[in-house]
């Protein structure tokens, strides 16, 4: 028999866990390699850092030009505003307050003709409806709101009697037959058969 015992086996150690492995394949690496990740490791966190102020600033200035755009979003808009709901002046050939109303009415449904034409609505109006506000300006004026209405709606089951249209803002003086009118935008009235006070009109429409 031979003196020599059975051959040993060879021992290897355990893989470590998931969290464990990158730790463990680093322990397993030859010095230089060890040296190299090590450098670029290193590199990374460098570039990483030099990054994040570069990231901030062109958020910074994409935040900005949004808002500047925006802003001018809105200014835009309120110049458009602005142009639609400009004062139109007229005068009835006879003074009083029939015939004042009588002109008025006729320039209001003018004017939406006008607007049909140019785009702005689709719908022309087939007669001006005018009432006097509660609240009338002293020096002999007359405050009107008006409906420049579309179409009627008749009272059935479930829908009241009223009309649909444009809604207007008017300042009138029967004494002399002048008159001064703006279209409201955007509020009731426009499109629906409920009357208010027009916002944020011209003075010289009664705003």
């Avoid at 006097?132 to 409906?147: D, I, V, Y």
């Avoid at 249209?165 to 003086?173: E, H, I, P, R, S």
Wanted: net charge positive.
């Amino acid at each position: 028999m031979s003196g020599r015992g059975a051959p040993r086996p060879e021992r290897h150690q355990p893989l470590p866990g998931v969290l464990g492995l990158p730790g463990y394949l680093y322990r397993r690496m030859p010095r230089h390699a060890r040296v190299a990740a090590a450098v670029s490791l290193v590199a990374a966190l460098v570039l990483a850092a030099a990054a994040v102020p570069l990231v901030l600033e062109a958020k910074r200035e994409g935040e900005a030009k949004q808002s500047e755009e925006e802003r001018q979003r809105l200014v835009d808009r309120r110049r458009e505003l602005i142009a639609r709901q400009r004062p139109h002046y007229g005068r009835s050939a006879s003074a009083g307050r029939a015939g004042t109303l009588a002109a008025l009415d006729g320039a209001i449904v003018a004017d939406v003709a006008r607007r049909v034409r140019s785009g702005e609505v689709d719908t022309p109006a087939v007669r001006s409806d005018c009432e006097a506000a509660r609240e009338q300006p002293r020096g002999g004026k007359t405050q009107l709101f008006c409906t420049a209405v579309t179409s009627d709606i008749e009272a059935g089951e479930f829908s009241v009697e009223g009309s649909v249209g444009y809604l207007y803002g008017a300042l009138a003086d029967p004494r002399s037959g002048k008159f001064a009118f703006c279209k409201v935008i955007g509020q009731p009235g426009e499109g629906s058969y409920t009357r208010r006070p027009p916002p944020a009109i011209s003075p010289d429409c009664g705003g």
